[in-house]
């Protein structure tokens, strides 16, 4: 699986959009971009993911840049739930079935 | 709420010590994944069952082994503790297993060992 490039922290004010980017500068073509994020000590939580078109839930908005060498998690509206650390995870449709979490991005969003 | 149950959610105990933490996927999950976090280390994967099968394993120590079941529940049994052992145990479930799934995570076991 390619390899991740995220800031170790960042911050937000509530009701502000966070734009929480992701370098994958080696990342191949069956490759797909995952994010998660973990609640302080709480279980990682599913956010959204896609392979090459800008994906939105309703959490999330991916933008996938053209190359697909970068990415970034967009959370529309923060609220002071979206504290939290954000994993942004490269997984070949092919490769083994652990995610591989890295240290991730702590994001702060403040009142 | 994950849908994933794992107990306990804590469990304090001494070295040398043998501890069994227990899991119990999503209604319809064929496949159950454990990982570790420690302050460390960050999260780790330690091993995959799929339909009681043993799929694969990551960092796993020798003194750590998991099953699953024909419920489907698993669990992960810890022995001969050591202090460094001490950390968050999460399980997660699949639907089949595959590299391509959404793993969805349990609330963890917080193991601490004195």
């Known amino acids: 699986d390619a390899k991740t490039t995220q800031p170790p922290s960042m911050d937000c004010a509530e009701g502000r959009a966070a734009n929480l980017p992701c370098n994958h500068s080696?990342?191949?073509?069956?490759?797909?971009v995952y994010w998660y994020r973990q609640i302080h000590s709480q279980g990682p939580q599913y956010i959204i993911h896609g392979l090459k078109n800008n994906e939105t839930n309703e959490m999330a908005s991916l933008i996938i840049t053209e190359d697909r060498k970068s990415s970034t998690l967009i959370l529309p509206h923060a609220t002071l739930r979206d504290t939290a650390v954000y994993y942004c995870i490269v997984r070949a449709s092919n490769s083994g079935y652990a995610l591989n979490f890295g240290k991730g991005t702590s994001l702060l969003v403040t009142p | 709420d994950s849908g994933v149950t794992q107990t306990p959610k804590h469990l304090i105990t001494a070295t040398g010590q043998r501890v069994t933490l227990r899991c119990s996927p999503r209604?319809?999950?064929?496949?159950v994944y454990w990982y570790q976090q420690s302050l460390d280390q960050g999260l780790q994967f330690l091993i995959q069952?799929?339909?009681?099968?043993?799929?694969a394993k990551g960092n796993i120590l020798e003194r750590f082994s998991a099953q699953q079941f024909p419920d489907l529940h698993s669990e992960l049994n810890l022995s001969s503790l050591e202090l460094g052992d001490s950390a968050l145990y999460f399980c997660?479930?699949?639907?089949?297993?595959?590299?391509?799934?959404?793993?969805?995570f349990g609330p963890g076991t917080r193991l601490l060992v004195l």
């Open positions: 997660a479930s699949s639907t089949s297993g595959t590299s391509r799934e959404t793993q969805y």
């Open positions: 069952y799929y339909n009681g099968e043993e799929r």
């Open positions: 080696t990342i191949s073509g069956n490759e797909y």
């Open positions: 209604s319809g999950d064929l496949s």
